[in-house]
C-alpha cells in the first residue's frame, strides 16, 4: 500500500500561481502512477492529470492544459502540481490518487486505489 499526503492550497488571488505537493509513503514510489483530481463544492470529482511512475507522458484534462504542470521527484516520494493562471472557478479541494503504473494512465476516478486527504485551494478574484 502507498499513502498519500498532499500539502500547499490555500488562498490566491485570481492570476496567481500555487505549487501543490503529494508525498507518498509505503512501497516505492516509482511503481505508482499518480493523478491529481478536484471536486468543488456541489459538484463531482474533476480530473486534471495523471503521470507515470517514471513522470513521463503527462496526459492532461483539456482545461488545465497549458496552466497546470505536474512533475515529480521519486527520491522525495513527491508529485508536484504547479498551477499558473488561477481563476475563481478553480476553486476546490485537491486531491493526489495513486494506482499501479504499469496500467496506462486513466482519468477515472474509479480507476486509482489510493488517495490523500485533500487540500483546499481557493482562488478570490
Known amino acids: 500500500q502507498v499513502q498519500l499526503v498532499e500539502s500547499g492550497g490555500g488562498l490566491v488571488q485570481a492570476g496567481g500561481s500555487l505549487r501543490l505537493s503529494c508525498v507518498a509513503s509505503g512501497r516505492p514510489f516509482s511503481r505508482y502512477a499518480v493523478g491529481w483530481f478536484r471536486q468543488a463544492p456541489g459538484k463531482g470529482r474533476e480530473f486534471l492529470v495523471a503521470?507515470?511512475?517514471?513522470?513521463?507522458?503527462?496526459y492532461y484534462a483539456d482545461s488545465v492544459k497549458g496552466r497546470f504542470t505536474v512533475s515529480r521527484d521519486n527520491t522525495k516520494n513527491t508529485v508536484y502540481l504547479r498551477m499558473n493562471s488561477l481563476k475563481p472557478e478553480d476553486t476546490a479541494v485537491y486531491y493526489c490518487a495513486a494506482r499501479d503504473s504499469s496500467l496506462i494512465l486513466s482519468s477515472r476516478d474509479l480507476d486509482y486505489d489510493y488517495w490523500g486527504q485533500g487540500t483546499q485551494v481557493t482562488v478570490s478574484s
Open positions: 503521470v507515470y511512475g517514471r513522470g513521463d507522458n503527462p
